[in-house]
């Protein structure tokens, strides 16, 4: 199970940091990612880490603003959000990949199976 919290109503150019906490299988052993899903559009991927965090990827809207970390031994992943905008507004979701220990980041929505309730973030302009 995931847990998404750490949204809220934020001015542009504002920061937040979303949190991810992760129960029920061996976190450490899973890449995640942060998807968000504006109203109208389809989910999107937004941010991965490998299952190590050696690795990250992001979507090229949030490159140099938004940065995704993990913390295995606490079973969490963080997304820090600055320089917000307004077409940053959605609803953010954290994910895990089906597959253990992939070797690169995947973008894709369908290999992740885990989904969070997910977390409204909304910005203000």
């Known amino acids: 199970q995931l847990q998404a919290s750490g949204g809220g109503l934020v001015q542009a150019g504002g920061s937040l940091r979303l949190a991810c906490a992760a129960s029920g299988r061996t976190f450490s052993n899973y890449a995640m990612g942060w998807f968000r899903q504006a109203p109208g559009k389809e989910r999107e991927f937004v941010a991965g880490i490998k299952w190590s965090g050696s690795t990250t990827s992001y979507a090229d809207s949030v490159k140099g603003r938004f940065t995704i970390s993990r913390d295995n031994a606490e079973n969490m992943v963080y997304l820090q959000m600055n320089g917000l905008k307004p077409e940053d507004t959605a609803i953010y979701y954290c994910?895990?990949?089906?597959?253990?220990?992939?070797?690169?980041?995947?973008?894709?929505?369908?290999?992740?199976?885990?989904w969070g309730q997910g977390t409204q973030v909304t910005v203000s302009s």
């Open positions: 994910a895990a990949d089906k597959q253990t220990r992939r070797s690169q980041v995947t973008r894709a929505t369908w290999a992740y199976n885990a």
